[in-house]
């Protein structure tokens, strides 16, 4: 009877998910039929190059949360600062339309430069605006993390103004790409963009699978105190995630700046939002579940802006994420808490 009446209320909080889920798919596939298919191919490459984004920073959240079980909301922040030292790098070394350097070592440079300032942003926000409050109640760092994140709104305001800035990525390395049929076009930048995502993403499953650093994280993620015990240094760890995590972000942004063209100061706020949506959808705490979760709102993203309109597209992701957190809070991999007693 206990049993019974446990599938009955699974099933009860998992209906209104199903059936929001039946009603979009109806929606998609009548939108299908009125613009063809191959308008729903076009916009589902834009989703794939989209997610892939959100993908990177989404595995900063889940990466500092399994380790410290902390939402560092300053995070999309820090993808924000990538975006512009990537714009800095570009303009400083000629701007996109006469470069003084190839094309190729201009790329090179702009990641690397996003990759390792951002990675240091990150371990400076963890040494001074949240290892000082380990011990302190949770709502302290996260209450910390949303005051990291309007200082560096507004630091980048005061030094960049409130204008766009555009990486010009046409001028810097063309118009061209891949056709697939007549109508369907996706540029080599996206493509770019989506294998270099895809690369990062197989790296970084290699560092935390394979070795030391990656075995340091996980038995610090899975019980801190006891990892200390081990020998294990804590203090290193975080900051090493908290490095990885960044870079990743810094170099989200410069793909972002590379596809999209323009950037500007307050662009950390909603992608932090929406990569942290991506993290909750996934599962946070799972790295391959932060890839998934990229792939979906990208493409829920896109499809709201292609097949209705794109106010509605916000609206759309963030009702997933009130979706999940009510029906399946662990997310589509993650995996329920374990209690230590």
Known sequence: MRENQR??????????????????VALLGFEI?????????QITLNGITLGAVYALIALGYTMIYGILKLLNFAHGDVYMVGAFIGYGVLTSLGGPLNPSVPVWLLI???????????GLLGVAIERF?????????????????????????N????????????????????????HFGSSVFISWIRIGVVIGAIALMLAL???????????????VSFDREAAAMMGIDVDRVIAATFFIGSALAGAAGVMFGLVFSQIFHFMGFLAGLKGFTAAVVGGIGSIPGAMLGGLIVG??????????????SDLFVFAILIVFMLVRPNGL?????ITKV
């Open 333 to 337: 991999l993650g995996t329920r808490a």
């Open 7 to 24: 599938v009955s209320d699974s099933v009860r909080r998992a209906l209104p998910g199903f059936l929001a889920a039946a009603g979009a």
């Open 33 to 41: 039929a009125d613009k063809g298919w191959a308008f729903f191919f």
């Open 155 to 178: 630091s980048a305001l005061l030094l960049f103004g409130a204008s766009y800035r555009s990486y010009d990525p046409f001028s810097l390395l063309g118009f061209g790409g891949a």
């Open 129 to 153: 605006a949240y290892r000082p409050l380990r011990a302190a109640p949770r709502i302290a760092p996260l209450i910390s993390a949303l005051g990291v994140s309007f200082f560096l709104q």
């Open 299 to 312: 493409l829920v993203e896109q499809y709201a802006q292609g097949y209705l309109n794109g106010n509605w």
């Open 108 to 118: 090179v440079l702009m990641f690397g430069a996003a990759m390792l300032g951002s």
């Open 205 to 219: 499953i290699f560092l935390v699978g394979r070795t030391q650093v990656g075995k340091a994280m996980r038995a």
